[in-house]
């Protein structure tokens, strides 16, 4: 299992940014895939999970819909549009799966086993 998220950068509040998450090494039609943050000092977050042998999405509600995580245009990519971007959101963000766990809500409130290396985004003036 390999992932490679890209699309980090500093970007000004109240700004756009999407990452995109790279998988390979195991087939995009069955395990639950997500995005997670780890800010300075803080743990690591579920951000947004997606179920791809269905599609399902779950997002946590602290994120008030300013996160979407959905199919990139490439195949085997996932990514995550975060927009209305606040100095909150400053952290290094990582996507992650685990083979054994197919459900986006579960996956999300869990320790996934498979981590990609992550993406810095820095939200500031």
């Known amino acids: 299992v390999q992932l ?15 990452l995109s998450c790279a998988a390979s090494g195991f087939t995009l039609n069955r395990p ?3 995005w997670f943050r780890q800010a300075p000092g803080k743990e690591r977050e579920a951000v ?6 269905n599609d399902i999405t779950y997002h946590p509600d602290f994120l008030k ?3 979407t995580i959905s199919r990139g245009k490439t195949k085997n990519t996932i990514d995550l549009q975060m927009n209305n971007l606040t100095p909150e959101d400053t ?9 054994a766990q197919a459900s ?3 996956l999300c409130h869990s320790r996934p086993s498979d981590w990609g290396q992550g993406t810095l985004v820095t939200v500031s003036s």
């Open 32 to 34: 639950a895939i997500g």
């Open 65 to 67: 819909g300013r996160f």
């Open 104 to 106: 986006s809500y579960a």
């Open 48 to 53: 947004a999970c997606l179920s791809t042998n």
């Open 4 to 18: 490679q998220a890209s699309g980090g950068g500093l970007v000004q509040p109240g700004g756009s940014l999407r």
């Open 91 to 99: 952290a290094v963000y990582y996507c992650a799966t685990d083979l």
